[in-house]
């Protein structure tokens, strides 16, 4: 479940949160009373508002999740905090020792923790560094634990790692109920080649029910492992979010971006039951005068519902065009738990699935720090199937679904479905500036309304 990153709230429901952060970028991030139509106005120009809000964003690093409650690790875990499934927690992780929260378990519910690292963004960090996390009993046994590291590239970027307490007959120890710790440091626990700042880091849980029926307890033997042709036809573009509660949906199709040195880019791509996805990212040519080579210029990384990290790949990048895509990977099935290999067992889940794109500062010193073209190539194979049958609900209660809503909204790469077409209409309009100043403040407040519905 967890292992080693090879690396070149409430129960509303994380996709609400998605949405109402991504209304956010379309109207300008948090925009004021009196500049909302502005900021409608301006989006209907020659740069699209969301596209402006993204670079902001990720100038400003990670897009922690709005809703996210601030909470302190203990140096002890007799003074654990408790993490509660379905909610997003904002805490710190410090240079050097370890950081303790808690978990209270039954027996009979899988619970999934996932740490993601925020470190500044820079250069003076250590390829070994990262983020570790686990998961033990009362007695001080590992349930599991994952590691995320920087990789050869050696920049610091939002990494994330994740563990769990899971019922399995694979695994006898941690079965029973009772308060479970989960400890979160630093892969480099002296920090003498990395900075001393502390990071910020951004915490999950999600617990997943029982089957009503025992299952399948080994993985298919056999699926289709063919890599397939890359997407095709004309690019869309999609800016891409600064964080996971912030990412773009995209399904299907050719998206584009610009990405800059140092700059990460999230997108989530619903993958149902069933399905396989396979994702290519190809950087553009450069307008630079400049030569060189960066071996590893952009990381591509794959993480499932829950934010474990599935696979990764790397990019080169000499000035020219270069594309590579993730391994084939199997159709998401709750029996691939059962399988040895980590990349394998990850894609357990249906759900919003992410795409983390990384591109390296060291790439701005052959070819300069302006913005490089980059493109994903997103390709699903299989027909939907149904779930697994789970004897209960998971927390939150939409992680591992995928609904039509869902595919509209990533088909047009964004809001949901309804909000995009009042901004089309808007835009369509032919309407004078002040008129559009109303009628954009009217658009805002119907979305908003609409959003913050259950």
Request: with cysteine.
């Amino acid at each position: 479940m967890g292992g080693t990153v090879r690396r070149p709230g409430s129960d509303e429901g994380w996709r609400v949160r998605g949405r109402q952060w991504t209304a956010r970028r379309r109207a300008g991030r948090r925009p004021a009373a009196g500049c909302v139509g502005v900021a409608v106005v301006l989006g209907l120009g020659g740069v699209p508002a969301a596209q402006a809000a993204s670079g902001a964003e990720a100038a400003g690093g990670y897009a922690f999740a709005e809703d996210a409650r601030r909470i302190e690790g203990a140096a002890s875990t007799a003074d654990a905090a408790e993490l509660v499934p379905g909610r997003i927690y904002r805490s710190t992780l410090p240079a050097s020792g370890k950081v303790h929260y808690r978990l209270e378990l039954d027996s009979t519910t899988n619970t999934y923790v996932s740490a993601t690292a925020a470190p500044p963004a820079g250069r003076d960090t250590s390829v070994i560094d990262g983020v570790r996390i686990s998961v033990q009993d009362g007695d001080g046994r590992s349930c599991d634990s994952g590691t995320a590291t920087f990789g050869a590239g050696g920049s610091p970027h939002p990494v994330a790692a994740w563990a769990g307490r899971e019922i399995s007959p694979r695994r006898p120890l941690c079965r029973d109920a009772g308060t479970y710790y989960v400890t979160v440091a630093r892969t480099d626990p002296d920090g003498k080649n990395s900075s001393p700042t502390p990071w910020d880091i951004e915490l999950i849980t999600v617990s997943e029910p029982a089957l009503e029926e025992p299952g399948p307890t080994e993985a298919p033997k056999e699926w289709n492992s063919a890599s397939p042709r890359p997407a095709t036809g004309d690019p869309e573009r999609r800016p891409g979010g600064a964080g996971f509660a912030d990412a773009t949906s995209i399904g299907q199709g050719v998206w584009r971006d610009d990405i800059r040195p140092g700059q990460t880019l999230f997108y989530k791509v619903p993958v149902d039951w069933g399905q396989q996805l396979h994702a290519t990212a190809e950087l553009g040519s450069s307008s630079s005068a400049g030569g060189g080579y960066v071996a590893a210029a952009l990381d591509l990384d794959l993480y499932n519902p829950v934010r474990g990290h599935v696979e990764d790949v790397g990019v080169g990048y000499d000035g020219g065009q270069k594309s590579r895509s993730l391994a084939p990977l199997p159709p998401v099935a709750h029996v691939n738990r059962h399988a040895a290999g980590g990349q394998v067992a990850a894609m357990r889940f249906a759900g919003f699935h992410y795409l983390v794109a990384h591109l390296s500062p060291e790439v701005a010193d052959d070819f300069g720090d302006g913005p490089v073209p980059l493109t994903l190539r997103i390709r699903l194979s299989g027909e939907a199937q149904d779930g697994p049958g789970y004897a209960g609900r998971p927390v939150p209660s939409d992680v591992f679904t995928v609904t039509g809503e869902d595919r509209e909204t990533a088909a047009q790469g964004g809001g949901t479905p309804d909000d995009d077409a009042a901004y089309r209409a808007l835009a369509a309009g032919g309407i004078g500036t002040g008129s559009a100043l109303l009628v954009g403040l009217g658009v805002w407040t119907l979305v908003a309304r609409r959003r913050a519905r259950p």
